[in-house]
């Protein structure tokens, strides 16, 4: 009898986990994209600067860029910024290509696929490069400074070949305006408690219904 046992909790536990979701980003809807292993929500449209109409074309200074995140406000949610190009742990950051632990470097490499010298639009993982929407083949700013010298340079990722270098901040240079893509810490749209009741009870109701048949089936009390 333990074996019908062992089958229904197997059967239970498989329904308490079926909302877990395998891939790295998971599209929470409202254009809101979460990695579950950076732990942090990404803008669906990468160049929402433009699309919100708060400039032009969405390329800006490094200033500009920090003051449209740190200002930004979507779906109800604040507290959004630039990428940082810190490595996971928190050391670095990594220069030039393979730099798969910053946060722009952890999607370029990791979640869409892209590989060095090569445009992140060529990245192998599909599914994933189509949860996004207006993905520049270009440079976005992260909004980590450069230290300790020069205090006037930042960090960025080139999504045109995969690199992780360093330009000034400041507007009217060579270079010195790229694309901004706004991220903000944790997950906005885990699991809803009334889903996870609802799971809980379809696998208690499973159980029931063992303990049920086996009573007509074998006569157990």
């Given amino acids: 009898m333990a074996d ?8 239970a536990a498989g329904l308490l ?6 891939a790295a980003l998971h599209d929470r809807g409202g254009g809101l994209i979460y990695d579950d292993v950076l732990d942090i929500t990404w803008l669906a449209d990468a160049n929402y600067a433009q699309t919100s109409g708060y400039d032009s074309d ?22 959004w910024r630039l990428p940082t190009a810190l490595n996971q742990d928190g050391s670095g950051p ?16 990791n979640n ?41 340079s930042a960090w960025n990722f080139v999504f045109h070949d995969g690199r992780q270098g360093r330009n000034g901040q400041d507007d009217g240079g060579p270079g010195t305006v790229f694309y901004a893509w706004a991220v903000r810490p944790g997950d906005v749209s ?22 049920k048949w086996r009573r007509r089936s074998f006569g157990a009390s």
Avoid at 4 to 11: D, Q, R, S, Y
Avoid at 190 to 202: F, G, N, R, V
Wanted: charged fraction near 10%; glycine fraction near 12%; include cysteine.
């Fill in 4 to 11: 019908f046992k062992k089958v229904a909790l197997a059967l």
């Fill in 17 to 22: 986990s079926s909302g877990a979701v395998q």
């Fill in 58 to 79: 969405g390329v800006m200074d490094f200033h500009e860029a920090n003051t449209w995140a740190a200002g930004l406000s979507y779906g109800g949610l604040n507290n």
């Fill in 94 to 109: 990594c220069s030039d290509f393979n730099c798969t632990s910053s946060e722009m470097g952890h999607m370029f490499y």
């Fill in 112 to 152: 869409l696929g892209a590989t060095r010298n090569s445009s992140v639009l060529s990245g192998t993982n599909t599914d994933n490069l189509a949860l996004f929407t207006n993905l520049q083949s270009y440079v976005y700013w992260s909004g980590t400074v450069y230290a300790p010298f020069p205090a006037s």
């Fill in 190 to 211: 885990a699991i809803s408690e009334p889903e996870t009741y609802a799971m809980l009870l379809a696998g208690l109701g499973l159980l029931g219904g063992v303990a």
